[in-house]
């Protein structure tokens, strides 16, 4: 399967801490998002970084890549209760006109 | 920004009818339109690339009898869920690229599907 895992699965922290959240993939790809979900919602956008990049900023968000492991990593600083969601990696591959999902992790922060 | 609304939100059907679910890009054209599986907590897994004018491109192990894709404009896409059972339970999103970059997708609000 191409499709990419995430790590950990599951993670549940106080509200105020910092979130990390990783990710995998297998083959080369042209770029990387991640995608926050609400239980039963649709997908939020969140960032994008390109193959080219290695780390990316937005808000609270930090984002790094690194091809050589085929692997990204999503940080949230200063965790707030409204984080509570499932996070998702996506990746289009090359020569693949798609996106493939990881497995998501479920972030919980607790009050 | 691009917006995708789908219909129904939600809908719950009988074992063996079909139901019919709606993707839209409401300010934008969509030659191709995606269209995703999610079981509860599990991710999103690509049922099908829905091509406007042309035949539907269906993932691996993706029964295309079963679900039947028309894209017969450039913004809409239906999904229609043929003689449904209770496995087929799940929440249906869709998706459109705008313009020709697939990373830079849109997605729908998704479509709740129960069968009883």
């Known amino acids: 399967s191409q499709q990419g895992e995430e790590d950990p699965q599951a993670l549940s922290i106080q509200e105020g801490e910092n979130a990390t959240m990783n990710c995998s993939y297998k083959t080369s790809i042209n770029n990387l998002q991640w995608y926050r979900q609400n239980s039963g919602r649709g997908l939020v956008h969140l960032i994008l970084?390109?193959?080219?990049?290695r780390e990316k900023h937005s808000g609270r968000l930090r984002v790094t890549l690194d091809t050589s492991k085929k692997s990204s990593s999503l940080l949230i600083t200063a965790s707030r209760a409204a984080d509570t969601a499932s996070y998702f990696c996506?990746?289009?591959?090359?020569?693949?006109?798609?996106?493939?999902f990881g497995q998501g992790t479920r972030l919980t922060i607790n009050p | 920004g691009a917006v995708v609304s789908q219909h129904p939100s939600w809908v719950i059907c009988k074992s063996g009818t079909s139901v019919k679910i709606e993707c839209r890009s409401l300010?934008?054209?969509?030659?191709?339109m995606f269209w995703y599986r999610q079981f509860p907590k599990q991710s999103l897994m690509l049922m099908a690339t829905s091509n406007e004018g042309s035949k539907a491109t269906y993932e691996q192990g993706v029964e295309k009898d079963k679900f039947l894709i028309n894209h017969a404009s450039l913004t809409l896409s239906t999904l229609t869920v043929t003689s449904a059972h209770p496995e087929d339970s799940s929440f249906y999103i869709c998706s459109a690229p705008l313009g020709s970059s697939v990373y830079e997708q849109y997605f729908g609000p998704g479509t709740r599907l129960t069968v009883t």
């Open positions: 970084i390109r193959s080219n990049e």
């Open positions: 300010d934008f054209q969509a030659t191709t």
């Open positions: 996506a990746t289009d591959f090359q020569g693949a006109q798609k996106l493939v």
